[in-house]
């Protein structure tokens, strides 16, 4: 008998905070919703300026409120996706597999996490509404090329921990960029290491591959 594992993003988030999925589902879109990055922009200044911009839009955008899922996934493969290195996330997330994947392999890993990710955040950006973002004292030197930005999600029942693990990108004009995030404790890129690990464990690479596939060309979103 086959057995499906199943790992959607937002199921991951819903273990982290049981009781707070709105506030996981903001974390999960404000990463990154601004038109380009500044290349002289301190971390923390970055962090605040996209959250702030992700409200507005969600605020004034007719689209956003109605759920049209075409502009939904155009917005987040425009707006959010640039702001991360995908790469570095996804190598990170399938574990010691990355490194004996062939280049095939790895194009059609990043390829299908990344459309699990734009339809996940598609479908969580109406769903931000009215919450606020403070940025906590950033405890870095101006020399570092990595960070580490704490924030406090404000709006639900209680305040939330969210932090993000930015690196400076190689080329300086394109600023600062996400690899990872941390809502009340638990890593997202980790969340998704142990549940790939065991599809891989039981399938191989081109089993999660297929997983991932098939999960995609469902378009559910849960």
């Excluded at 605040?48 to 109605?66: C, F, I, S, W, Y």
């Excluded at 707006?79 to 996804?90: A, C």
């Excluded at 405890?139 to 993000?164: H, K, W």
């Excluded at 930015?166 to 890593?187: C, F, P, Q, S, T």
């Amino acid at each position: 008998m086959r057995t499906t594992l199943h790992f959607p993003f937002v199921s991951a988030l819903a273990c982290w905070i049981a009781a707070s999925r709105r506030l996981c589902i903001f974390a999960c879109v404000m990463l990154g919703l601004c038109a380009t990055a500044r290349a002289e922009e301190a971390p923390d200044a970055f962090i605040k300026r996209l959250t702030t911009e992700l409200l507005e839009t969600v605020k004034n955008d007719p689209a956003l409120k109605t759920g049209d899922s075409q502009r939904l996934s155009q917005l987040v493969d425009q707006k959010v996706m640039p702001h991360l290195n995908f790469q570095r996330m996804t190598a990170a997330a399938v574990g010691p597999a990355w490194r004996q994947a062939t280049p095939e392999q790895r194009i059609r890993l990043q390829d299908e996490f990344k459309t699990l990710l734009v339809r996940t955040y598609s479908g969580a950006v109406s769903q931000v509404k009215d919450m606020s973002v403070a940025i906590k004292p950033l405890r870095a030197a101006a020399s570092d090329n990595e960070v580490l930005v704490r924030t406090e999600v404000r709006g639900g029942a209680e305040p939330v921990a969210i932090d993000y693990r930015l690196e400076k990108a190689a080329d300086a004009a394109n600023g600062w960029r996400i690899y990872n995030l941390n809502v009340a404790g638990i890593w997202l890129v980790d969340t998704y290491r142990t549940q790939f690990g065991q599809e891989i464990n039981a399938r191989g690479v081109d089993g999660l591959i297929t997983s991932l596939s098939e999960r995609n060309k469902g378009g559910v979103r849960k």
